[in-house]
């Protein structure tokens, strides 16, 4: 048997409505929903003019929907209705509910038209949590 290399394992598709707060490392094919831009400045800090731009972005699966948050050149391919891979994404917590983000760990890949459709009414980013710190016994 061949032995897989490491770093090289097959990755394990996640659902949306897998998603919990403070997880991370997940790889999730997506429909975009929506996208609108939140915030866009430029930045003349440096050599050249530095654009930052952050859409949020509603994707989601046949399990459910989630916010995902777009940042700078993520922006650009997050368009309405088409089909994303998001690989190594991450769950941030913005004032207390869950948002996708792919950093610069992560890749975000534009792959053909996904065959599902978004269940709309079970919204991930619409559930509030409350951040409870657990003792460890």
């Not at 598709?13 to 997880?23: A, E």
């Not at 400045?41 to 859409?55: C, E, F, V, Y």
């Not at 996904?114 to 980013?125: I, P, Q, R, T, Y």
Request: net charge neutral.
């Amino acid at each position: 048997m061949a032995e897989a290399k490491p770093g090289m394992r097959k990755p394990v598709f996640t659902k949306v409505d897998q998603l919990r707060p403070g997880t991370n490392g997940h790889t999730l094919t997506v429909k975009v929903v929506s996208s609108k831009m939140v915030l866009q400045k430029g930045r003349s800090d440096g050599p050249q003019m530095r654009q930052m731009r952050l859409a949020e972005c509603l994707v989601g699966d046949e399990t459910g929907m989630i916010v995902f948050a777009a940042r700078n050149d993520q922006v650009d391919m997050m368009k309405p209705d088409s089909t994303v891979v998001l690989r190594n994404a991450k769950i941030d917590m913005f004032k207390g509910s869950m948002r996708l983000a792919v950093d610069k760990w992560g890749r975000i890949e534009v792959t053909e038209p996904a065959s599902f459709s978004v269940k709309e009414d079970n919204n991930l980013s619409l559930v509030e949590y409350e951040l409870v710190n657990v003792v460890e016994e």
